[in-house]
């Protein structure tokens, strides 16, 4: 039931500058920690970022620490991806996810997740 859709992905040179979107439906939205995950071809899905349910805290992994910022909107039952200063190896398909029982140890892993949505693709020319 819950329903979560990514937006604002595309083509942007390297050392320039992507806002992703997520809007999340069917879930009480500020009962969720949220996640955004990067996926290439061939790779397993990797964590990027995951903020607490009020958005008082932030984690990042440390190869987009300082570049991307993750940041929530209660009202609208939005979150977002801030990403600048785009590198190459940022290319991937990004999705975002919804934790409701949050736990330390699962924050970075996607079992830790309880919803997906479809991904928006991300490509940064060099």
């Known amino acids: 039931q819950p329903q979560l859709v990514e937006s604002g992905g595309g083509l942007v040179q390297a050392g320039g500058s992507l806002r992703l979107s997520c809007a999340v439906s069917?879930?009480?939205?500020?009962?969720?920690?949220m996640g955004w995950f990067r996926q290439t071809p061939g790779k397993e899905r990797d964590f990027v970022a995951r903020i607490s349910r009020s958005g008082a805290s932030t984690y990042y992994a440390d190869s987009v620490k300082d570049r991307f910022t993750i940041s929530r909107d209660n009202a609208k039952n939005t979150v977002y991806l801030q990403m600048n200063s785009l590198k190459p190896e940022d290319t991937a398909v990004y999705y975002c996810a919804a934790d409701r029982f949050f736990a330390p140890v699962n924050s970075q892993r996607t079992e830790g997740y309880d919803y997906w949505g479809q991904g928006t693709q991300v490509t940064v020319s060099s």
């Open positions: 069917g879930l009480t939205f500020n009962l969720y920690s």
